[in-house]
């Protein structure tokens, strides 16, 4: 890695890249952790009980494999489409939800082999429903109407692109919305993904919001998203960690509100050792499943995996997967000494993800 004083041609200054990784880890684990959290089964379950993850989780995980698919077919010399990449991951994805425990024909990808993910975990019907088009919405012409916070919760691992190309992780933030969703759900999505990626670089909890917002400004995203943000900003400033202003800011599940509710959470807690009071608070959401799985992740981000409950995050029944995906993922969005990217170098990364 070049240091960053050093970088060469087209490549950012870098922090550490055992930090980013770590972030990176966090950002994925945290999702999982806020969604076990917000459904009650960490609790529920005795001590050393496995828990079994939520399927804003598997979503996300489709949409780490499919960006990192992108980024390997983009350092081979192709012109790769990120959203075709991402509409065939949330195709193999649907099949496996519906396939009852029946393993679908492999593609080569090794998420395929995951006896976990034909285990259905919850219900996904916004998402389902815009795959039964075959083709799936586009941002011009979008298939269904919903606004639900899975289409934010599961573009989450494209902010681990925001340092490298931060117009294309909103870009992909906003297909990846509208291939199930619709308009209403774009720009919190993509609001959320350059928050996540600024927390990912700064490992500030402050910095990273407030540097989400100046980068969705400077790149067009729509204001109404940012104003949402904004006055998660101003309550948490004025009155934090309160269940009854976190219920007034954040009282459905749409995207728009959960992003609200998880800011609101990070900021009353932003600290690196505030992990349980950032999930206590975001219990007290209506919605608590999303507001915990998005607080969850954007802490994750901030501080990494070991900021994270271990005694959650450890029993987690996808986390290896998890896991093995985000040290992936952070390969592929770091810089080579050569000023190229990833590892695409790597016949084992590529069989990895189906590229011969």
């Not at 039964?132 to 011009?140: H, K, L, P, Q, V």
């Not at 969703?181 to 700064?202: I, K, Q």
């Not at 609200?260 to 009353?268: K, P, Q």
């Not at 271990?310 to 000494?337: K, M």
């Amino acid at each position: 890695m070049n240091d960053a004083g050093q970088a060469g041609p087209g490549v950012p200054p870098q922090v550490d890249g055992s930090q980013v990784g770590s972030r990176v880890r966090g950002l994925l684990h945290g999702l999982a952790v806020g969604e076990v959290l917000g459904s009650g089964a960490a609790s529920t379950e005795a001590a050393n009980a496995t828990l079994r993850h939520g399927v804003a989780t598997q979503l996300a995980c489709f949409t780490a494999a499919a960006s990192i698919r992108t980024s390997l077919r983009r350092a081979l010399g192709g012109t790769p489409d990120a959203r075709a990449d991402l509409l065939e991951a949330y195709r193999r994805w649907v099949r496996m939800w519906t396939a009852t425990g029946r393993a679908p024909s492999s593609t080569g990808a090794w998420l395929d082999e995951v006896p976990l993910f034909a285990q259905p975990v919850g219900e996904a019907a916004d998402t389902v429903r815009g795959l039964a088009t075959g083709s799936g919405g586009t941002r011009t012409d979008p298939v269904t109407t919903s606004d639900g916070w899975h289409a934010l919760a599961r573009a989450l691992p494209l902010a681990a692109q925001v340092e490298r190309d931060p117009a294309r992780a909103v870009e992909s933030a906003v297909d990846s919305a509208a291939l199930t969703h619709g308009p209403r759900s774009f720009a919190p999505s993509a609001l959320a993904v350059l928050v996540a990626g600024a927390a990912v670089r700064t490992g500030d909890v402050g910095d990273a919001v407030a540097e989400g917002i100046t980068s969705a400004i400077l790149l067009g995203v729509d204001f109404a998203a940012v104003s949402v943000v904004d006055d998660a900003v101003r309550a948490a400033r004025e009155t934090p960690a309160s269940p009854v202003v976190l219920r007034s800011g954040a009282p459905d599940d749409s995207a728009a509100s959960t992003l609200w509710g998880a800011t609101y959470c990070l900021l009353s807690h932003p600290g690196a050792d505030a992990a349980g009071a950032a999930f206590a608070l975001a219990a007290t959401a209506p919605h608590l499943v999303a507001v915990s799985a998005v607080t969850g992740a954007l802490l994750g981000a901030a501080h990494g995996d070991v900021a994270l409950p271990q005694t959650v995050l450890t029993r987690v029944d996808l986390a290896y997967v998890i896991d093995r995906l985000a040290r992936d993922l952070a390969r592929e969005n770091r810089p080579n000494p050569d000023g190229s990217w990833g590892a695409a170098a790597d016949p084992v990364r590529r069989a990895r993800y189906g590229i011969d």
